[in-house]
T-cell receptor, first 110, second 119 residues
Framework: DAKTTQPPSMDCAEGRAANLPCNHSTISGNEYVYWYRQIHSQGPQYIIHGLKNNETNEMASLIITEDRKSSTLILPHATLRDTAVYYCIVRVGGYSTLTFGKGTMLLVSP | GAVVSQHPSWVICKSGTSVKIECRSLDFQATTMFWYRQFPKQSLMLMATSNEGSKATYEQGVEKDKFLINHASLTLSTLTVTSAHPEDSSFYIC???????????????FGPGTRLTVT
């Protein structure tokens, strides 16, 4: 699976949009981009995934660049409960294992 | 939504004893379950993958005789840490992937984790 690069930490004000970037320049054509998050001392939570089109669900939006070498997870109105480590993972389909990198620690402040 | 539970949520044991951690998929059948370990301030590391009714596949560097995994049913997997030592103290997290017709292969649900402290 392709390697991903994320900033180690980001800050966001409550109520503002949080935009979390991820670089995956070696991504292959059959690899998906997944986002999970882990709130302190809890198990990871699935957020969203996509192949090449932008995706949106009740939690977030995923914007994938046209060359698919990078993506951005957008939390439109961040709340204090969104403070967590966010992991961007690239994997082939759904049957390959999820390999977690260091992720981005997002701190949402009042 | 799909729920995965773990029991216990935390456990303290003495060095040399064995500890069993249970992982259950509460509202779906999981043909595949995964066990991860997470040390403080580090990311999750996959330990092993287990398919119901067959032997687990361990990641390189994980001792299969020390970390016994049993996936005897479609809703239950257990991880037993045998002869635990302080260096085994960690946060153990299981994950389950739904199986059967209609299940999406892209979904993987995580349990809340079990904090193991070996004294």
């Amino acid at each position: 699976d392709a390697k991903t690069t994320q900033p180690p930490s980001m800050d966001c004000a409550e109520g503002r949009a949080a935009n979390l970037p991820c670089n995956h320049s070696t991504i292959s054509g059959n690899e998906y981009v997944y986002w999970y998050r882990q709130i302190h001392s809890q198990g990871p939570q699935y957020i969203i995934h996509g192949l090449k089109n932008n995706e949106t669900n009740e939690m977030a939006s995923l914007i994938i660049t046209e060359d698919r070498k990078s993506s951005t997870l957008i939390l439109p109105h961040a709340t204090l409960r969104d403070t967590a480590v966010y992991y961007c993972i690239v994997r082939v389909g759904g049957y390959s294992t999820l390999t977690f990198g260091k992720g981005t620690m997002l701190l949402v402040s009042p | 939504g799909a729920v995965v539970s773990q029991h216990p949520s935390w456990v303290i044991c003495k060095s040399g004893t064995s500890v069993k951690i249970e992982c259950r998929s509460l509202d779906f059948q999981a043909t595949t379950m995964f066990w991860y370990r997470q040390f403080p301030k580090q990311s999750l590391m996959l330990m092993a993958t287990s398919n119901e009714g067959s032997k687990a596949t361990y990641e390189q560097g994980v001792e299969k005789d020390k970390f016994l995994i049993n996936h005897a049913s479609l809703t239950l997997s257990t991880l037993t840490v045998t002869s635990a030592h302080p260096e085994d103290s960690s946060f153990y997290i299981c994950s389950a992937r739904p199986g059967g017709s209609g299940a999406s292969p892209y979904e993987q649900y995580f349990g809340p984790g079990t904090r193991l402290t070996v004294t």
